[in-house]
């Protein structure tokens, strides 16, 4: 029972920014798990969540009992130092995300302010938790993460439209564009409007070689929330925009703006679902601006920064497995893509971990106990610190695989 691998059924939301039906990658792994329902078309599939998180739980697919109930019973399933550090938890929750629209604009507290507000409000902010987070591409992906560098910044706060709402400076530093960020997120809903029209009406060729899909955007943006909303200028003006290809990813440290606009993603973070909003979404579930700007923190601060290469992994034997490592304690990303007839072994990782085929099919034997279990699209397994997994396919395989790390 040491190798601990063992198939999970997962929940998946429903959240209006979601992917319809067979559109959306989440909605398709779901609908293969042990007991899910076919896939309803006009019913939006936006993430699933693997792991012991307890609004949206997993279990185990043979029992039906909750993995939480089951890690807690079973602590060697974490090992002694992870049970001890993360209290008998899955320290990082990976999540399968599918989106049509852009996600409200937001950051998640980093552990200092998410204990003052889990104090104040625990319903609201139920972790006392950070939750730094990565986001890999499994489809093109379009997001907003970071804010662009100051020397962009400067050149985009002096187009016209803008001079009547924020006040002039000489030169931009951080300080200026946490006030802008706060003025943005505060002007009238009428306000918002007349400045977006007056945006898209600026000749191209004053908007600066970097700048010109910004007309494009608040015209997609205001087709996806109206062009009222306060998101729209700060993901447009201030933002890294990023078009990211399957395989790359981005690293999002806690108090970082980031907002999603399109694509299927794996997204993996520390476990807490704390997170202020301020954007792409209704007026009345906006969270407080004063609290969500002075929270910001500048970094990422350009495109660059922002990526998390994925580094060749030596935990594969056979060199067909890459890593994410952000630079945060709870966890790390293995993804082996196996074309035809290829295998790989990932040895023991020495800590507890989350699988999830996202493509393809294939085998994995646990080696030591001989089992070999049939991999599919959308199969999620748990595995114990010890367990040693040969991976084999017909037609080609897409894993990954989360872990702990302390
Ligand atoms: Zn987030």
Redesign the pocket.
């Known amino acids: 029972m040491a190798d601990g691998v063992i198939q999970l059924q997962c929940e998946c939301k429903h959240d209006a920014w979601g992917k319809k039906g067979n559109e959306s990658l989440a909605g398709r792994l779901w609908s293969q798990m042990p007991g899910a329902s076919p896939l309803d078309d006009s019913e939006t599939y936006s993430e699933m969540w693997m792991g012991t998180y307890p609004s949206v739980p997993s279990r185990l697919a043979s029992s039906g009992e909750l993995l939480s109930d089951h890690v807690k019973r079973n602590p060697s399933l974490l090992g002694e130092t992870y049970c001890e550090r993360y209290r008998r938890e899955v320290p990082f929750l990976p999540k399968i995300l599918s989106f049509a629209k852009a996600l409200p604009l ?1 950051l ?1 507290p980093d552990k200092k302010l998410a204990e003052k507000l889990h104090a104040q409000d625990p319903i609201k902010f139920g972790d006392t938790n950070h ?1 730094p ?1 990565i986001a890999v591409a499994l489809t093109r992906f379009e997001l907003f993460v970071g804010f662009k560098p100051i020397g962009e910044l400067a050149d985009i706060l002096r187009l016209g439209p803008l001079q009547t709402i924020l006040p002039q400076h000489e030169v931009v530093n951080e300080g200026i564009l946490r006030e802008v960020c706060r003025t943005l997120l505060q002007i009238s809903s009428n306000t918002v409007s007349d400045v977006v029209k007056n945006l898209k009406a600026i000749p191209l060729s004053e908007l600066g070689e970097k700048n010109q899909y910004i007309p494009n955007l608040l015209e997609r943006l205001s087709e996806q929330y109206s062009d009222s909303d306060n998101g729209l200028l700060v993901a447009s003006l201030l933002m890294n925009f990023m078009t990211l290809e399957p395989g790359q990813a981005v690293c ?1 440290p806690a108090d970082s703006i ?1 907002a999603w606009l399109s694509g299927d993603i794996l997204e993996c ?1 520390a476990r807490s679902d704390n ?1 202020l909003n301020t954007g792409f979404c209704p007026r009345a579930s906006r969270d407080n601006i004063e609290l969500f700007t002075s929270a910001l923190t500048f970094k990422p601060h350009d495109q660059e920064a922002a990526l998390l290469p994925a580094r060749p992994s030596l935990m594969g034997i056979n060199e067909k497995t890459v890593k994410y490592t952000p630079p945060f304690s709870e966890f790390n990303v293995l993804a082996t893509n196996l074309a035809a007839k290829e295998s790989e072994t990932h040895t023991d990782l020495q800590a507890p971990s989350i699988l999830v085929v996202t493509g393809g099919s294939g085998t994995m034997k646990v080696l030591g106990d001989g089992k070999t279990l049939n991999l599919s699209e959308g199969s999620v397994f748990f595995a114990g610190p010890e367990a040693k997994l040969q991976f084999a396919t017909g037609n080609g395989i897409m894993i990954y695989r989360a872990y702990a790390t302390l």
């Open positions: 937001q998640h939750k987070e999002v980031h973070m997170v």
